[in-house]
Nanobody, 123 residues
Framework: VQLQASGGGLVQAGGSLRLSCAASGRTFRSYAWFRQAPGKEREFVAAVLRYSGRREFYADSVKGRFTISRDNAKNTLYLEMNSLKPEDTAVYYC??????????????????WGQGTLVTVSS
C-alpha cells in the first residue's frame, strides 16, 4: 500500500486549496487527513468512514471550511480547504486504515501514511 499526497502550497488567508492523496493497493474502511504544525503534535483534521453507510468526521477547527471526499474509481482521497487561515499552516498527511468508530479520529486508527504535503497560509 502506498499513499502519495500532493496539492500543498502557499496561499493567502481566505484562499482555497485542494489536497489529493492517490492510493495504491487495497481499499480500506477509513481514510483521513491529519496535520502537523511546526513545534506541535500531529492532529486530526478530517476522516471518512464506511460504517453503516458513509460518515464524515471533522475537527472543530475546520468544520464548515474543509470538506473530505473520496473518488473510489480513482482510489484518491481529497481535502477541499476553503477560507484558509494562517493557523492552518502545517504539513498535511493522508492516512488509510480499518478504523472503527471509536478510533476514526485518532492517530492509532490508521496503519498507512502518506509522505505529507506542506500548506502555508500567509496573513
Amino acid at each position: 500500500v502506498q499513499l502519495q499526497a500532493s496539492g500543498g502550497g502557499l496561499v493567502q488567508a481566505g484562499g482555497s486549496l485542494r489536497l489529493s492523496c492517490a492510493a495504491s493497493g487495497r481499499t480500506f474502511r477509513s481514510y483521513a487527513w491529519f496535520r502537523q504544525a511546526p513545534g506541535k503534535e500531529r492532529e486530526f483534521v478530517a476522516a471518512v468512514l464506511r460504517y453503516s453507510g458513509r460518515r464524515e468526521f471533522y475537527a472543530d477547527s475546520v468544520k464548515g471550511r474543509f470538506t473530505i471526499s473520496r473518488d473510489n474509481a480513482k482510489n484518491t482521497l481529497y481535502l477541499e480547504m476553503n477560507s484558509l487561515k494562517p493557523e492552518d499552516t502545517a504539513v498535511y498527511y493522508c492516512a488509510a486504515g480499518d478504523s472503527i468508530l471509536s478510533s476514526v479520529t485518532t492517530y492509532e486508527g490508521y496503519r498507512y501514511w502518506g509522505q505529507g504535503t506542506l500548506v502555508t497560509v500567509s496573513s
